[in-house]
Protein backbone atom coordinates (compact mmCIF):
# COMPACT_ATOMS: atom_id res chain seq x y z
CA UNK A 1 0.00 0.00 0.00
CA UNK A 2 1.53 3.35 -0.47
CA UNK A 3 0.42 6.37 1.27
CA UNK A 4 -0.57 9.46 0.16
CA UNK A 5 1.19 13.08 0.30
CA UNK A 6 -0.90 14.08 2.82
CA UNK A 7 -0.51 11.41 5.02
CA UNK A 8 3.17 11.87 4.95
CA UNK A 9 3.54 15.50 5.90
CA UNK A 10 0.42 15.06 8.17
CA UNK A 11 3.24 12.58 10.42
CA UNK A 12 5.77 14.76 9.51
CA UNK A 13 3.35 17.69 11.29
CA UNK A 14 3.30 15.34 14.18
CA UNK A 15 6.42 14.51 14.22
CA UNK A 16 7.85 18.58 14.47
CA UNK A 17 5.26 19.04 17.18
CA UNK A 18 6.50 16.01 18.99
CA UNK A 19 10.19 17.47 18.54
CA UNK A 20 9.34 20.91 19.93
CA UNK A 21 7.48 20.12 23.13
CA UNK A 22 7.00 23.17 25.41
CA UNK A 23 6.21 25.51 22.71
CA UNK A 24 3.93 26.53 19.93
CA UNK A 25 5.03 25.40 16.34
CA UNK A 26 4.49 27.53 13.55
CA UNK A 27 3.07 26.39 10.14
CA UNK A 28 5.38 28.14 8.44
CA UNK A 29 8.77 26.79 10.18
CA UNK A 30 7.22 23.29 9.34
CA UNK A 31 6.75 24.14 6.07
CA UNK A 32 9.96 25.32 5.66
CA UNK A 33 11.57 22.29 7.30
CA UNK A 34 10.26 20.08 5.10
CA UNK A 35 10.45 22.62 1.72
CA UNK A 36 6.74 22.28 0.91
CA UNK A 37 4.04 25.10 0.77
CA UNK A 38 2.10 26.17 4.15
CA UNK A 39 -0.98 26.34 1.87
CA UNK A 40 -0.50 22.57 1.75
CA UNK A 41 0.19 21.52 5.38
CA UNK A 42 -2.79 23.96 6.28
CA UNK A 43 -5.05 21.77 4.21
CA UNK A 44 -3.67 19.02 6.16
CA UNK A 45 -3.85 20.54 9.15
CA UNK A 46 -7.95 20.48 9.60
CA UNK A 47 -8.34 16.85 9.70
CA UNK A 48 -5.67 16.62 12.82
CA UNK A 49 -7.53 19.26 15.03
CA UNK A 50 -10.88 17.60 14.30
CA UNK A 51 -9.50 14.23 15.30
CA UNK A 52 -8.04 15.66 18.43
CA UNK A 53 -4.13 15.15 17.68
CA UNK A 54 -3.60 18.81 17.63
CA UNK A 55 -4.60 21.75 18.99
CA UNK A 56 -4.08 25.57 17.54
CA UNK A 57 -3.72 28.41 18.99
CA UNK A 58 -4.74 31.81 17.87
CA UNK A 59 -3.11 35.05 17.65
CA UNK A 60 -0.34 36.85 16.80
CA UNK A 61 2.03 33.89 19.27
CA UNK A 62 -0.07 31.07 18.21
CA UNK A 63 0.96 28.18 16.61
CA UNK A 64 -0.09 24.58 17.45
CA UNK A 65 0.65 22.10 19.25
CA UNK A 66 0.22 18.39 19.74
CA UNK A 67 -3.64 18.01 21.63
CA UNK A 68 -2.31 14.84 23.42
CA UNK A 69 0.70 13.25 24.40
CA UNK A 70 2.82 11.90 21.51
CA UNK A 71 3.12 8.00 22.62
CA UNK A 72 -1.16 8.12 22.50
CA UNK A 73 -0.83 8.85 18.63
CA UNK A 74 -0.34 5.92 16.76
CA UNK A 75 0.21 5.94 13.11
CA UNK A 76 -2.95 3.70 12.39
CA UNK A 77 -5.16 6.33 13.55
CA UNK A 78 -3.19 9.01 11.46
CA UNK A 79 -3.08 7.10 8.64
CA UNK A 80 -7.19 6.23 9.08
CA UNK A 81 -7.67 9.93 9.75
CA UNK A 82 -5.88 11.24 6.51
CA UNK A 83 -6.57 8.30 3.94
CA UNK A 84 -9.84 8.37 1.92
CA UNK A 85 -9.67 5.38 0.91
CA UNK A 86 -8.05 1.43 1.55
CA UNK A 87 -9.45 0.04 -1.81
CA UNK A 88 -6.63 -2.18 -2.58
CA UNK A 89 -8.56 -3.57 -5.75
CA UNK A 90 -12.17 -3.26 -7.35
CA UNK A 91 -13.57 -5.98 -5.19
CA UNK A 92 -12.79 -3.64 -2.36
CA UNK A 93 -14.93 -1.00 -3.64
CA UNK A 94 -18.61 -0.74 -2.67
CA UNK A 95 -21.07 -1.23 -5.67
CA UNK A 96 -21.09 -2.18 -8.73
CA UNK A 97 -17.94 -4.10 -9.33
CA UNK A 98 -17.41 -5.32 -12.84
CA UNK A 99 -15.66 -8.58 -11.96
CA UNK A 100 -17.50 -12.13 -12.31
CA UNK A 101 -15.58 -13.89 -10.09
CA UNK A 102 -16.35 -11.19 -6.95
CA UNK A 103 -18.48 -13.53 -4.98
CA UNK A 104 -16.39 -16.16 -5.35
CA UNK A 105 -12.65 -15.20 -5.51
CA UNK A 106 -10.68 -15.89 -2.31
CA UNK A 107 -8.63 -12.27 -3.62
CA UNK A 108 -11.02 -10.08 -1.32
CA UNK A 109 -9.90 -12.14 1.28
CA UNK A 110 -6.30 -12.11 0.96
CA UNK A 111 -6.09 -8.37 0.50
CA UNK A 112 -8.10 -7.63 3.47
CA UNK A 113 -5.90 -9.59 5.37
CA UNK A 114 -2.55 -8.13 4.07
CA UNK A 115 -4.89 -4.76 5.19
CA UNK A 116 -5.10 -5.53 8.43
CA UNK A 117 -1.67 -6.67 8.67
CA UNK A 118 -0.27 -3.09 7.75
CA UNK A 119 -2.65 -1.40 9.78
CA UNK A 120 -1.75 -3.75 12.62
CA UNK A 121 1.81 -2.71 12.03
CA UNK A 122 1.36 1.16 12.49
CA UNK A 123 -1.10 0.43 15.52
CA UNK A 124 2.43 -0.31 17.52
CA UNK A 125 4.32 2.60 16.77
CA UNK A 126 3.37 6.36 17.95
CA UNK A 127 4.57 9.41 16.75
CA UNK A 128 6.67 9.36 20.23
CA UNK A 129 8.74 6.45 18.65
CA UNK A 130 9.15 8.19 15.88
CA UNK A 131 11.26 11.03 16.94
CA UNK A 132 12.52 9.21 19.87
CA UNK A 133 16.21 11.21 19.64
CA UNK A 134 14.59 13.98 19.81
CA UNK A 135 18.24 16.12 19.53
CA UNK A 136 18.89 14.09 15.63
CA UNK A 137 15.38 15.23 14.77
CA UNK A 138 15.56 18.71 16.27
CA UNK A 139 18.87 19.23 14.30
CA UNK A 140 17.66 18.01 10.91
CA UNK A 141 14.71 19.99 11.02
CA UNK A 142 16.63 23.48 11.96
CA UNK A 143 14.51 23.80 15.39
CA UNK A 144 17.65 25.18 17.54
CA UNK A 145 15.91 27.00 20.56
CA UNK A 146 14.54 25.10 23.36
CA UNK A 147 12.06 26.45 25.75
CA UNK A 148 13.14 27.14 29.62
CA UNK A 149 11.49 24.24 30.83
CA UNK A 150 13.08 21.61 28.41
CA UNK A 151 16.47 23.42 29.14
CA UNK A 152 16.45 23.21 32.62
CA UNK A 153 15.02 19.37 32.57
CA UNK A 154 17.79 18.81 30.21
CA UNK A 155 20.15 20.49 32.33
CA UNK A 156 19.27 18.37 35.35
CA UNK A 157 19.64 15.17 33.30
CA UNK A 158 23.32 16.09 32.25
CA UNK A 159 23.98 17.21 35.69
CA UNK A 160 22.64 14.42 37.66
Not at 73 to 95: M, N, P, R, Y
Request: net charge positive; hydrophobic share 45%.
Amino acid sequence: MRLTRQTNYAIRMLMYCAANPGKLSRVGEIAAAYSVSELFLFKILQPLVVAGFVETIRGRNGGIRLARPASEISLKAVVVVTEESFSLAECFETGAVDCPLVDSCALNSALREALNAFLGALDKHSIETLVGDKGAIRHRLGITDLPPAVRRTNAAALAG
